[in-house]
């Protein structure tokens, strides 16, 4: 993804959640695409106010696991994957994640993410 396609999917979440602040999908989303590109402390802010509104939304949980297994830290990332589980038991990606050491989904992110960075995308949205 180039810079000028990330601002422009940027510019259009935050203009969705302008209209819609309420709209955990839209939070999601865009914490999502943020985590994607390396703002990982932004991202996982829109990922919580997903989760604000909508508790039980286990796609959010197993997202916010992502990015901690991404930083190693994967005490946090089994915790948040297995009550993505509890809420979702069918979700295959979820649990596909739970297996130890299976870091291809991670590399494949970061080798994006490094890909991407021809320029940055601020680390707080505007």
């Known amino acids: 993804m180039s810079l000028a396609v990330a601002l422009g999917v940027s510019a259009s979440f935050q203009g969705a959640i302008a209209l819609d602040p309420r709209n955990a999908e ?3 989303q865009y914490g999502f695409l943020l985590l994607m590109v390396g703002a990982n402390g932004a991202g996982l802010d829109e990922l919580k106010r997903a989760l604000e509104l909508e508790p039980e939304r286990a796609i959010s949980l ?3 696991a992502f990015e901690r ?7 946090e990332a089994l915790t ?11 979700d295959a990606a979820a649990a596909d994640r739970l297996r130890p050491n299976d ?10 993410a490094a890909e991407f960075r021809s320029g940055e995308m601020p680390t707080e949205p505007s």
């Open 26 to 28: 839209a939070h999601h």
């Open 62 to 64: 197993a997202t916010s």
């Open 69 to 75: 297994r991404l930083t190693r830290r994967d005490d």
């Open 80 to 90: 948040l994957l297995d009550s993505a589980l509890v809420l979702e038991p069918g």
């Open 103 to 112: 870091y291809r989904v991670e590399a494949e992110a970061a080798l994006a």
